[in-house]
């Protein structure tokens, strides 16, 4: 970051919320994070930081919740300062209005519910901060989506402004940014042709599709579902992170259909059967899954787990 940057960082802006609810960060947070080496995401005493690209420009912002306050504690430093945390309730879980009235109608949800009473659906606003990552994580194991991810975001991210910089904190790149990258840069990250070209299609059309934050959650799909290479899932990843859509079930991941299955049946299913099993709960779908998650959900892993592809050249993380 040049000087001017560093400057423009230094000063924070602050911001005291009290929510009607315990707020439990690291769970309405915690699919935000992309593996735990993300640039973008930094524990320290006893605070979380996280670099985040705004339309305003990057922000630092870091968080302290006191649960037993019911407070939430935000500094913000950089451009998008005031927009970060002008964003902070929705980010949240705030419009999250399915949340007090849900009754999970199975034991196991039930139960999951009542084990998490803090975690609420965030709705960040930002599109391509989880459209781009869940184009990357497209058919491929965790290890390589995390590490492709990381490698992107350091190598044409930014330093985090104000003291994020210090802690290694980056701001993922921008739509600008993405576009510039070369395909050879894709190779050495470790992220397949098929998947840049989507992303650089995403880069290419990054304001419309930032647009979707303010149209009706079926249009929004309708429109994610436009981009080629942007299939069902990686809509409904970007849906329930970006929009706060409490109905966008991950179909066709490799784990959730089975882990729902095996959690709600004893044994796992398939996206055809989770349709139907899922049906009950309408509109409030990815709540059922999102919970089962934080309740560690899964069926027993049988045989050996699935290892990174060699097909192509992968630069060691930086």
Request: aromatic share 6%.
């Amino acid at each position: 970051m040049t000087n001017d940057g560093q400057r423009r960082g230094a000063a924070a802006r602050q911001r005291v919320l009290r929510t009607p609810w315990s707020v439990d960060l690291s769970a309405t947070w915690g699919v935000l994070r992309r593996g735990a080496g993300d640039p973008a995401w930094v524990q320290s005493a006893g605070a979380l930081w996280r670099g985040i690209r705004t339309p305003e420009g990057p922000a630092t912002l870091r968080t302290v919740v006191r649960p037993a306050e019911r407070l939430v504690l935000a500094q913000s430093w950089g451009p998008g300062a005031s927009w970060v945390l002008e964003k902070l309730p929705p980010m949240l879980g705030s419009q999250d209005v399915g949340a007090a009235g849900f009754e999970g109608g199975h034991p196991v949800v039930e139960r999951a519910r009542r084990q998490h009473p803090g975690w609420r659906i965030p709705r960040t606003g930002l599109v391509l901060e989880s459209l781009v990552p869940a184009i990357i994580e497209q058919k491929v194991t965790g290890q390589e989506a995390f590490g492709g991810w990381r490698r992107v975001v350091r190598r044409f991210g930014e330093p985090a402004p104000g003291p994020g910089a210090a802690l290694g904190l980056h701001v993922p790149p921008s739509a600008d940014a993405l576009r510039a990258i070369p395909s050879w840069e894709w190779l050495r990250a470790g992220v397949t042709p098929q998947r840049a070209d989507t992303v650089m299609r995403v880069a290419a059309h990054a304001d419309r599709l930032e647009e979707i934050t303010t149209l009706d959650l079926l249009a929004a799909r309708r429109r994610l579902l436009a981009i080629p290479g942007v299939g069902v899932w990686t809509a409904a990843e970007t849906a329930h992170r970006a929009l706060g859509d409490a109905d966008a079930v991950s179909f066709g991941d490799y784990h959730v259909a089975a882990n729902i299955g095996w959690a709600l049946t004893g044994h796992p299913v398939d996206d055809q059967v989770l349709v139907d099993l899922l049906r009950p709960w309408a509109g409030q779908r990815y709540r059922v899954q999102r919970y089962l998650e934080l309740a560690g959900a899964r069926r027993p892993r049988r045989g050996p787990r699935l290892s990174p592809r060699q097909h192509v050249p992968v630069a060691r993380a930086r």
